[in-house]
């Protein structure tokens, strides 16, 4: 999911956490944010987050304790999940001084996030820099500058719809050189108009993770 433009003080998305802001997202509330994207990772994702662009890491701090499921039937309640869930975010500067942030949040079955990063140094676009242990997670990317991103995802963004991106997918650029306005190769799933069996379905699969999660542990781990 991508936001070119956002309000910050009057955000609102698919994501409907009862207490969720862009500074609860963060911890921080004297940076103006005007670009953010959502990545979501499904527990067959691949599960390393690299650089969107070069910068210096400036800060890392860590919040929350909780780990909610980051299912779309879930985000879509008022249940805090981005806000609530632990999380790292790192804080970068670019060379021409504008801030982003990387916030990586753990989820069901999540517990661990593990980074490669020393403050201080400079990491360039594409860098390895991160990656989470088994499971569903999220990586949100929050710039002080506004991004354009291709219009496809924007598209589909809108209608609270999900696009499927690949490692080294073009998504987005500081200049505005896109003007396709149909949409692209991405795999879409709109989960508004998903049935009552069909969350019932994905929820199924969370349990089922668990489960296979817990024998694993049993066999392999306490035998």
Not at 55 to 78: A, K, Q, R, W
Not at 111 to 139: L, P
């Amino acid at each position: 999911m991508v936001y070119p433009s956002i309000n910050q003080d009057n955000f609102t998305s698919w994501i409907k956490g009862s207490e969720f802001t862009i500074s609860n997202l963060i911890g921080v509330n004297n940076v103006t944010i005007n670009s953010m994207m959502i990545n979501r990772l499904a527990i067959q994702d691949y599960h390393h987050f690299h650089m969107p662009c070069t910068g210096t890491l400036e800060n890392i701090t860590i919040f929350g304790s909780d780990y909610h499921s980051v299912s779309p039937s879930i985000i879509n309640t008022p249940i805090n999940v981005f806000t609530d869930n632990y999380r790292h975010i790192y804080q970068f500067k670019e060379a021409d001084g504008n801030i982003f942030f990387i916030v990586a949040i753990g989820a069901l079955i999540i517990g661990s996030i593990e980074h490669i990063m020393t403050i201080g140094n400079t990491y360039k676009s594409g860098d390895r820099i991160g990656n989470f242990a088994v499971g569903g997670s999220t990586v949100v990317v929050l710039f002080q500058r506004s991004i354009f991103f291709d219009p496809d995802l924007t598209y589909y963004s809108n209608m609270n719809i999900e696009s499927y991106v690949k490692v080294g997918d073009e998504i987005g650029s500081t200049i505005n050189v896109r003007n396709i306005i149909y949409p692209q190769h991405y795999h879409i799933k709109n989960y508004d108009s998903l049935s009552i069996d069909e969350k019932s379905a994905e929820l199924i699969k969370i349990v089922l993770v668990i489960a296979m999660l817990a024998i694993f542990i049993k066999v392999f781990v306490l035998k």
